[in-house]
């Protein structure tokens, strides 16, 4: 079975520019979970999709964060402009359905913002 | 609301010897509890996970985790370190029932001495 496919996997950018990260979850899992890990810290949850509808984006920065998920599979953040504190591996994953607590982990993509 | 404490950012153990992370929690509700491994430069991994039942919980690679209620705790452990446990360790909460998102701690990195 193949995993959650994540890409880029290293991203480096200027301030106040835009960058975009995309995610394949596991085929057939409707939940995806985008998160973001500072170094140092635990990844934390910026937004949860149940199949292309928005579950929770309480923590999600809206003025400069966007998701999508077109279709309910392959999800897109967005970062626009990007700022210097946004550096961080942005981490993705996915559930099957009614199983939530096992979350399955993309390898991550390592943002630097100079 | 939910939380974790980690105690150790980082433990240091000789191979062979027990491995022992500490983790606390604070839910208002009954939990449920995981520990996440986390690999240089990939995702993480589902170790082990405590939802109902019995209270020790064994997982993959020899791991395994007590949830003591009276001591709001699900430390882990390992009899014998291996190298290949060298990693950063995640413990994680969500309250049981209904949806919650997963609240991550801040980690354990884990050295394993030769």
């Known amino acids: 079975e193949a995993g959650v496919a994540q890409s880029p996997r290293y991203k480096i950018i200027e301030k106040r520019q835009s960058v975009a990260f995309w995610c394949n979850p596991i085929s057939g899992h409707a939940t995806l979970y985008w998160y973001q890990q500072i170094l140092g810290q635990g990844p934390k949850l910026l937004i949860q999709f149940q199949n292309n509808g928005v579950v929770d984006d309480s923590q999600l920065p809206k003025d400069r964060f966007s998701a999508e998920r077109l279709k309910g599979v392959d999800s897109t953040l967005k970062i626009q402009p990007a700022k210097l504190e946004d550096s961080a591996v942005y981490l993705c994953a996915s559930v099957l359905a009614g199983e939530r607590y096992e979350q399955f982990f993309g390898p991550g993509t390592r943002l630097t913002v100079l | 609301a939910q939380s974790v404490t980690q105690l150790g950012s980082h433990v240091s153990v000789s191979e062979g010897a027990l491995v022992l992370l500490r983790c606390n929690y604070s839910?208002?509700?009954?939990?449920?509890l995981f520990w996440y491994v986390q690999y240089p430069n990939q995702g993480l991994q589902l170790l082990l996970k405590?939802?109902?039942?019995?209270?020790l919980v064994k997982g993959i690679n020899g791991f395994e985790a007590e949830f003591k209620k009276s001591e709001t705790s699900f430390h882990l452990t390992k009899p014998s370190a291996h190298m290949s446990d060298a990693a950063e360790y995640f413990c994680?909460?969500?309250?049981?029932?209904?949806?919650?998102?997963?609240?991550f701690g801040t980690g354990t990195k884990l050295q394993v001495i030769p």
């Open positions: 994680a909460v969500t309250p049981s029932g209904g949806y919650q998102k997963v609240t």
């Open positions: 839910s208002s509700v009954p939990p449920y």
């Open positions: 405590y939802t109902t039942g019995a209270t």
